[in-house]
């Protein structure tokens, strides 16, 4: 599946994914209206609660803004990101919502990576895997569930939490990106730990990753990517170059402070091997200055136009290394 | 709310969580054969797929199962711990059934713990902690989702992951369990690493929990807890004594090897602030030798027989230090 995402990134020439994290208040208030309506006006849902009308609704506003986000960007980047705390958060209809921009994503050619952040004992995350990137066995029958195309996953259990994803890559032809280095700024707390001889943490596990990738190969990288976030220049240099063979996603872009030089030095000597995320960078330019000609009405085409800017400046800085 | 599950150990003197994690094959052939004539049955749902009337079938099962479980359990343990993983794995009638799930069990006095193992950077993290053990805010309204009483948390990202499951905590009361060290075979392998000063990374995050938990304290112990695997005696000692004012959330007694005997040391002078939780070893009770007379006919009966038994044994072992 690596390989796949990095032909993409090649034929569009864009390493970006798109972060599909639809806060509602990145969702203009016109389209929260209008999905009150369909829902209040909707005979399936009749004598239901407010509250579970208001969760439809939420779900419904984020599934439109997607589908026009989606609309609007899909032949500029590869991949997009759903992240789905954002669904999980309305409940059931919030992740109805997920899967149908998952499968909106994939009717529209986009490679989806399911941020979902999984992990725990081996067993357990055998279930996540098949949730996620596989197919649930029942009476025969190999079922896809939420199907994305890569998950992320995060390695605080160790081997036996990855393996089972690992074994569902080589299955089906998907991949993963095990947490590495995040973006946020308490990551160091754990992650930047000095061991006995002085590696840091987050190094060891850059080191397991590269091992844990060995065993799914796809080409010059594994299927088993690293996230490692943009806002540490430093660390992602180190590595890059400590997982020669590890696809990086790099989280940080934009909303979170890292500039796409900070990130020239997460791609190999080719200016490939990584893929940035911006999230509320697109998907709210509507809400910054540098877009606002757009207006709440032109949401997604103020997406596009920061989606072109963010391409732009990545092609730069590759450019000038 | 730890205070609340205190309270309900002490009532019913059961330090048992019955982990609701019902992986398929737990689930009796006659259980799985009826909920699929449901399904089969059922007007909504005719024109649908075979794919999603399988993950139906799977999900109505799940729900039959774990009701009568719970029917015959509610009366000897304070609380129950639903797997979401488990749920996941059938896609969204799969939630559904967790959804199911946890109101049922709420509706029985039972206080449950949502084994989510979530965890990301802030602003997504307390999109988690709404969905999970908060309440979510649209259009004024403050609308509970899953609405568990405590969640169980993945510390890698440092604090500001943590922070506001926190301050749901404090708004909700409610709790959460932060894995300091699983219970797994691997668990090792980042969490044993030794730090320069000799510290094992485990014991940098149980300090971390603990000081987390002085944010959120609820009598003697914090709505801030630990997960520490029953696998690791030796180190649940040295939590113990590390955290004095943090709760233990203890898996892996039973199916995964831990005796009540090395759990003793996870208990406080008093014999309180520790939880035991077993999964297969009381819901799968049917399938083994020890219970085997009951039949698969008699599942719930024998989880029964497998709780009183475990609850029993702990006793002892408490009393007997």
Redo the contacts between chains.
């Keep these: 599946m690596i390989q796949k995402l990095m032909d993409e990134i090649r034929r569009k020439n864009a390493p970006v994914v798109v972060g599909l ?1 639809p ?2 208040s990145f969702v203009p208030q016109h389209l929260q209206a209008q999905a009150r309506d369909k829902v209040m006006s909707c005979a399936a849902y009749k004598g239901e609660d ?2 579970t009308l ?2 439809r ?2 779900a419904e506003a984020v599934w439109e803004f997607n589908r026009a986000i989606v609309d609007a960007v899909y032949d500029l980047v590869p991949a997009v990101k759903p ?1 789905i ?2 669904y ?5 209809p ?3 919502a997920y ?1 149908r921009t998952v499968r909106y994503c994939r009717e529209k050619g986009l490679i989806i990576i399911g941020d979902v ?9 055998a ?2 895997a ?3 990137i596989g197919r ?1 066995g ?2 025969g ?1 190999e ?4 199907d994305v195309d890569f998950a992320t996953v ?8 990855i393996q089972p994803f690992v074994d569902v890559c080589n299955e089906c032809d998907k991949g993963i990106f095990v ?1 590495v280095k ?10 930047d ?4 001889d ?1 590696t840091p ?1 987050y190094e ?2 850059g080191r ?1 990753v590269r091992e844990w990738g060995e065993a799914s190969m796809d080409g010059r990288y594994s299927n088993v990517g690293a996230v490692v976030g943009a806002t540490w220049p430093e660390q992602g240099e180190r590595l890059r170059k400590l997982m020669p063979n590890t696809f990086i996603l790099a989280p940080g872009y934009g909303a979170q402070g890292a500039s796409a030089r900070d990130l020239s030095m997460f791609f190999d000597e080719a200016g490939e091997g990584a893929i940035v995320n911006s999230s509320r960078g697109i998907i709210a330019a509507w809400t910054k200055d540098a877009y606002s000609e757009y207006g709440a009405e032109g949401f997604a085409q103020a997406a596009r136009a920061a989606a072109i800017d963010m391409i732009e400046d990545l092609r730069q800085a590759i450019a000038d290394r």
């Design positions: 994290d806060n509602l407010e509250d208001a969760l609704a939420a992240q705390a954002m999980e958060q309305f409940g059931l919030g992740l109805e899967d952040k999984r992990g725990d004992i081996g067993s357990t995350s279930s996540y098949k949730a996620h649930i029942i009476e029958r079922i896809p569930v939420f995060n390695p605080y259990l160790g081997s036996d939490g947490l995040t973006s946020n700024p308490s990551s160091g707390e754990f992650q730990i000095l061991t006995q002085g943490m060891l596990v397991k």
